[in-house]
């Protein structure tokens, strides 16, 4: 297998699997021999499954040989964060409390990973409960690009997997931006669904009205096919749509030409670094060349929103670590504590003053797309920030705001986003923006991500490890 096919796109490596110019036992035996040369270093796995994803592209390569083809995933390597159930494989989200605990079935997303013939690799790192910060006794994976810059919060692991060629596509979560966050960090295309798009059962909750899945990937195609594999409905998830799932690639070719883009310079300038406006202004040109009518609006104001999302992930994460937490404080490093103990303060005053702020904020978002199709944003405020200046992030209120402007509140709403890479800073490292679209509208989101990605090639460039 030529060194370069680790860096394929899924959709690509997935066609010459299944029109057989592949096999999928060379191309899985070739990712896990890159995993052991390269990620000692940069600490993406939690977990390896070889002996599990060689049986599962042994599988898949007889059923390609006799013509059953389940879809453009079949046959491709994968990697699901580690919060995911897998059954038989101990799934840890991060915490030390749970490094021995082995779920007895699939979550949904895994399971339908596996229906759609993907072959998983094994489990990705991340955060402690996908809070903030890792647990003490956690490596937190390394950036690919520059070790010396944040590799993003919680689906760190995802992001660093899928940028270093250790997977061609994965699973992330996203609750203030852990999809995001990592995917502009580490120059990835990353797919935060509408709430509720994919089921979050056999799911590890941080917050359950905040949690996203969705997938981590090198192009906007990628994401689409994903998130066609494992977005539905869920009996075991109740709150999962029960809206019928397109396809996500059949009408991404339309293109940007006729659609309405909405833009609110002022917020999108507020607070931001010069690096981030350059690739919003290079974004923003490369819509008008492609045909898109351009509005300006005026974002709802999120301050309040950005501010309640703390007390809110708290009082959710503590209903979550009820019967753990503060029974077993030991176990638990001081991010998630303090987040916990934030949780465990809240008034049942305070919970519903959050609650009627939230559906407000979002009935205004809602009402804001009445005349916009897509909103163009940064991704968050600093271009590719050092882990010297996070780890300032608690005390330092402007880069804190910076971060969570354009993330927290698309949790908030419940709004789907596609984070894609858009430039690079001095430091050689990516710059990222987002798309957001109305609920239930991925589908414009991956058509809006595919025609940026055929007029600019950002997303082709990748580490050189």
């Known amino acids: ?36 040369k390269v990620d000692g270093a940069l600490k993406s796995y939690a977990m390896v499954t070889a002996e599990q994803a060689l049986a599962e592209a042994r599988r898949a390569e ?10 453009p995933l079949h046959g491709v390597p994968v990697a699901v964060k580690d919060l995911c159930w897998t059954e038989g494989v101990a799934t840890a989200a991060g915490m030390t409390l749970y490094r021995d605990f082995v779920p007895t079935e699939d979550g949904t997303a895994v399971r339908k990973l596996r229906e759609a013939g993907a072959v998983i690799l094994g489990k990705l790192q991340l955060t402690e409960s996908a ?13 690919p690009w520059n070790a010396a810059h944040w590799s993003g919060a919680s689906s760190s692991g995802s992001g660093v997997a899928t940028a270093a060629g250790l997977c061609y596509g994965s699973l992330g979560t996203d609750t203030g931006g852990s999809i995001r966050f990592p995917s502009a960090a580490n120059g990835l295309t990353g797919l935060k669904p509408t709430w509720g798009r994919v089921s979050r059962y056999g799911a590890f909750e941080l917050a359950a009205t905040l949690d996203h899945i969705g997938p981590m990937t090198r192009s906007a195609a990628d994401a689409g096919a994903m998130l066609g594999a494992i977005a539905s409905a869920d009996p075991k998830d109740p709150t999962a749509s029960l809206a019928a799932v397109p396809n996500y690639l059949a009408g991404m070719q339309r ?22 406006l350059k690739v919003m202004e290079g974004a923003l040109a490369a819509v008008r060349e492609l045909g898109a009518e351009v509005r300006e609006v005026a974002f709802p104001d999120p301050a309040q929103v950005i501010a309640d999302w703390f007390p809110l992930c708290g009082i959710e994460a503590a209903v979550v670590h009820e019967s753990t937490y503060p029974a077993r404080k030991d176990m638990y490093g001081p991010a998630l504590s303090g987040l916990l103990d934030l949780g465990r303060a809240q008034s049942g005053m305070d919970y519903q003053k959050i609650v009627l702020n939230r559906h407000a904020f979002s009935g205004r978002v809602r009402a804001m797309f009445e005349g916009i199709d897509l909103l163009l944003v940064p991704a968050h405020g600093v271009a590719s920030p050092t882990l ?9 209120a402007g880069l804190m705001s910076a971060m969570l402007r354009y993330t927290c509140p698309f949790d908030m709403s419940g709004s789907p986003t596609i984070t894609l890479p858009g430039g690079f800073t001095e430091a050689g490292t990516p710059v990222a923006f987002q798309f957001v679209a109305r609920h239930f509208e991925e589908e414009l989101l991956v058509r809006a991500g595919w025609a940026f990605q055929q007029a600019t090639d950002w997303h082709q460039r990748h580490p050189a490890l």
């Open 1 to 36: 297998m030529s060194n370069e096919l680790h860096y394929l796109e899924l959709v690509d490596i997935g066609q010459r699997i299944q029109r057989k110019e592949l096999s999928p036992v060379e191309v899985t035996q070739a990712q896990l021999d890159r995993i052991g």
């Open 62 to 71: 007889a059923e390609i040989a006799k013509g059953q083809i389940r879809g």
């Open 388 to 396: 010297a200046r996070m780890a300032t992030f608690g005390e330092d």
């Open 255 to 276: 293109g940007l030409r006729g659609l309405r883009v909405g833009i609110d310079a002022r917020w999108n300038g507020e607070g931001v670094d010069a690096q981030t």
């Open 131 to 143: 809070y903030a910060d890792h647990h003490p006794t956690v490596t937190p994976p390394v950036n």
